[in-house]
């Protein structure tokens, strides 16, 4: 079993939807929880992170973490075509540094 | 600032040749990192450095050699290609006591 399962999608959407993309983990030793976006052929960037169970916004994007269900979701609202691009999850402990374990990514598509 | 920077952008190899990947970054990040992104997979960490002169194994180390003699370069070596190799390496690179690590753009390795 992977530490960290993500639905690969992928995931397509109209303008303007909201868009869930969703986590699970296995290791309950994860402190810290990050969405990285990343557009086709280039590297992934830091989206959101959060260091504690619930939702922390940002503009269109919330990022949830449910520690007791092993969880985390990323809410975008009013997607727009602009979103289209991979999501990965990744976590990671404080203690292993910049050590962190990815999901596999789903792939978003909005469509105008 | 260039950010990181990867070197060459894509590569083909013959099993059993040998080749280095070059990673660079300009802002002066002590932690620096090796994936590589293989299809539903997510990014797995080959090696990490947590500054100069010192290096450590990732989750899939083997057939990759590291080594990082300045706070700026880490290269990744491979030291006879093997086709499981095809895959797109990132570099990333961090500053102590901060969460967000920077990505470059990728490396695609193709090993026939």
């Known amino acids: 079993q992977k530490e960290v399962e993500q639905d690969p999608g992928p995931l397509s959407v109209p303008e303007g939807a909201i868009v869930s993309l969703n986590c699970t983990y296995s290791?309950?030793?994860?402190?810290?929880f990050m969405w990285y976006r990343q557009y086709s052929r280039k590297g992934p960037e830091l989206l959101m992170y959060?260091?504690?169970?619930g939702n922390k916004e940002d503009g269109r994007f919330t990022a949830q973490v449910d520690k007791s269900s092993k969880y985390i979701s990323l809410f975008i609202r009013d997607s727009q075509p602009s979103d289209s691009a991979t999501y990965l999850c990744?976590?990671?402990?404080?203690?292993?540094?910049?050590?962190?374990?990815f999901g596999a990514g789903t792939i978003l598509r909005v469509k105008s | 600032n260039a950010g990181v920077t990867q070197t060459p952008k894509f590569q083909v190899l013959k099993t059993g040749q040998s080749m280095t990947l070059q990673c660079a970054q300009d802002?002066?990040?002590?932690?620096m990192s090796w994936y590589r992104q293989d299809p539903g997979m997510g990014l797995r960490l080959i090696h990490y450095?947590?500054?100069?002169?010192?290096?450590d194994q990732g989750e899939v180390p083997n057939g990759y050699n590291v080594s990082r003699s300045t706070t700026e370069d880490f290269p990744l070596r491979l030291l006879s290609a093997a086709p499981s190799q095809t895959s797109v390496y990132f570099c990333?690179?961090?500053?102590?006591?901060?969460?967000?690590?920077?990505f470059g753009p990728g490396t695609r390795l193709t090993v026939l």
């Open positions: 990333a690179s961090k500053a102590a006591l901060t969460d967000t690590q920077y």
């Open positions: 450095s947590v500054g100069a002169g010192i290096t």
């Open positions: 290791n309950s030793a994860f402190q810290y």
């Open positions: 990744a976590m990671g402990r404080v203690e292993y540094g910049n050590k962190l374990v």
């Open positions: 959060t260091y504690s169970s």
């Open positions: 802002m002066n990040h002590e932690y």
